[in-house]
């Protein structure tokens, strides 16, 4: 029993940092707030630590909407691709799978990353029987954008060990679609391009109406 207390007082000892009074967590929200106002402010937004990018989606789902749609979710050395089926309200099936990108791919030309997103994808389709189907698709893509509408992206710079030649200062929708079209085998179309924040507010709002708020973490 003594050692359990010494092991929870160096345990409790090391962890006193995390430990916020009252006073900090106030100031914390205070500068959260702060930077939040400059990122809203054409102003002082360019050298706000919170950008508040336009998302150009004007409304948020009310839980009506049904059919089937896909999901592409790109961030990181894998990205995942989702089939889901909305039926009735709150009433949705969802099916996913996860591919890997090699760094070969990480490191080479925009055309072989996308070339190779567009074949996971018509497999995918093929996989579960949509690939007659021509079903719309939302692109997750969490890197830093430059949106210019709610289908048009223009990469500002890669992040996370991607260094892809011929992407920077391009539109990823046009060359996601130019890759699909490649191809020929499946029809989508791309409806949308978001930040995950924003991904995660959609379809969180989709069952709860009183959701305002997507966060990463």
Sequence with gaps: MGIIKDNFSK?????QEL???DKQMEEIMRRVLKEINNGLHKETQPTADVKCFITYVQDLPNG???????????GGTNFRVL?????????????????????SIMLGSGTQ????????????????????EKLPLGFTFSFPL?????TKGMLARWTKGFNCS????????????????????VQIEICAILNDTTGTLMSCAWKNHNCRIGLIV
């Design 146 to 150: 430059t949106q210019l509408g709610l």
């Design 64 to 74: 009506k909407e049904k059919g089937k749609f896909l999901a592409l979710d790109l």
């Design 83 to 103: 089939l889901i089926h909305l039926k009735d309200e709150n009433d949705f099936e969802m099916l996913s799978k996860i591919y890997a990108i090699p760094q």
């Design 166 to 185: 011929g992407v920077v200062g391009e539109d990823v929708v046009q060359l996601l679609k130019d890759a699909i079209a490649r191809r020929g085998d």
């Design 19 to 21: 430990i916020l009074t």
């Design 11 to 15: 345990i409790r000892e090391q962890c």
């Design 113 to 132: 990353l996308f070339d190779h997103i567009a074949e996971c994808l018509a497999n995918f389709m093929k996989e579960h029987a949509v690939y007659d």
